[in-house]
């Protein structure tokens, strides 16, 4: 291993491990292949852009030849695939792109990988294959996919395609499956980030439903290292999940937020809950804490640390803020806000 492809190293759990690997790992050269569309950022590389270990190319992984084009211009070895179109609430609103990059991309990113006889393939899934999950089971990497959402029925596709190269080309393959994240440098359309820096400005916070919602909180510095364990430790065709192991009702980290910016609960407003809003996510993550990882951020203080951090890089989301964003938001939440006012 020596030259490894990042694809989707703009965006925001790709950056963290790109800046990681950059940091940590002087003997590998890191080359970020991202789209660049709407979710990933330049910023996000800013702290290892200038490093003598790191390249960028744009190109998309359903685009074959700019993929062959970068496997053989710096000889890769190894691909880390993040690219994907990640959030729930578009692939309600439009399916389509999810399938194009998580299923047909990801085949035609696999294809090339085997074709060049790349050693190595992580891809980085999600634990939403697994579904909603009920009572208190906490899903373990041998249970059954029953995603719910376009999203996350996108992923399971790519999964079972990197499960196939592996039984039926010999590919050296490992899946992660990580759980919510949250951190610095997140597109403000995820729960955490968005209802900080919409509380920052004193706007309503739409909590889907009645907010009793359950997920799994996993600093984004643990889900680069979670992947960077699989990549080095990991056995050939398994998967991993990757557990922050906090779990959490949606309303409280939303209480939690505001308690820490000083902001009053009357910015929160329960709207119209998601189509088809899995109630809960929980996972073990023994298998790869056996590969020595282990989450190290603990909840309340990791939120409090990402807090500070929007509250002092308004630079960062400020510009992120206009645009395709406000136009997705007023697809996403103005009737639903407006149902919330009536009500
Ligand atoms: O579980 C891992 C997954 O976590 C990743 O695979 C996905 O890419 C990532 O988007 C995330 O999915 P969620 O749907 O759980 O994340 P999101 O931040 O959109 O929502 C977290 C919870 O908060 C969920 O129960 C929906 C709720 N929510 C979210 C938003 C954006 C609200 O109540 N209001 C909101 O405005």
Request: net charge negative.
């Amino acid at each position: 291993m020596k030259n490894i492809m990042v694809t989707g190293g703009a965006g925001f759990i790709g950056s963290a491990f790109v800046r990681q690997m950059v940091k940590q790992h002087p003997e590998f050269t890191i080359v970020v292949f991202d789209k660049m569309t709407y979710a990933g950022n330049m910023d996000n590389l800013l702290p290892v852009k200038d490093a003598a270990n790191f390249r960028f190319e744009q190109g998309d992984i359903a685009d074959r030849e700019a993929v062959h084009h970068t496997f053989e211009t710096h000889g890769i070895d190894t691909v880390v695939n993040f690219a994907a179109e990640t959030h729930v609430d578009r692939s309600i609103l439009s399916p389509d792109a999810f399938i194009f990059s998580n299923v047909v991309g990801m085949n035609i990113l696999l294809e090339t990988a085997h074709k060049r006889g790349v050693e190595r393939f992580v891809h980085v899934s999600t634990d939403e294959v697994y579904g909603d999950i009920e009572g208190d089971h906490f899903s373990v990497e041998d249970d059954s996919f029953k995603p719910n959402s376009p999203y996350s029925a996108s992923k399971a596709g790519g999964e079972l395609l990197v499960r196939a190269y592996h039984v039926t080309y010999g590919m050296n393959t490992v899946v992660t499956r990580g759980s919510n994240t949250y951190g610095p440098y997140q597109y403000p359309e995820k729960l955490v980030p968005f209802f900080v820096t919409e509380a920052l400005e004193d706007r309503p916070l739409p909590v889907y439903g009645d907010g009793k919602q359950i997920r799994d909180w996993l600093h984004v510095e643990d889900h680069a290292g979670g992947v960077a364990a699989a990549l080095m430790h990991g056995q050939a065709g398994q998967a991993y999940n990757i557990a922050g192991e906090h779990l959490r009702h949606n309303i409280e980290v939303t209480y939690r937020i505001l308690k820490l910016l000083g902001k009053p609960e009357t910015l929160i407003k329960h709207v119209p809950d998601r189509e088809g809003h899995d109630r809960r996510y929980a996972m073990r993550c023994d298998k790869l804490k056996a590969l020595g990882w282990k989450p190290q951020y603990d909840f309340e203080h990791g939120l409090e640390m990402t807090v500070d951090w929007y509250r002092n890089n308004a630079w960062w989301w400020r510009k992120i803020k206009t645009g395709e964003y406000l136009e997705y938001y007023k697809r996403q939440y103005a009737a639903r806000l407006a149902a919330a006012q009536q009500a």
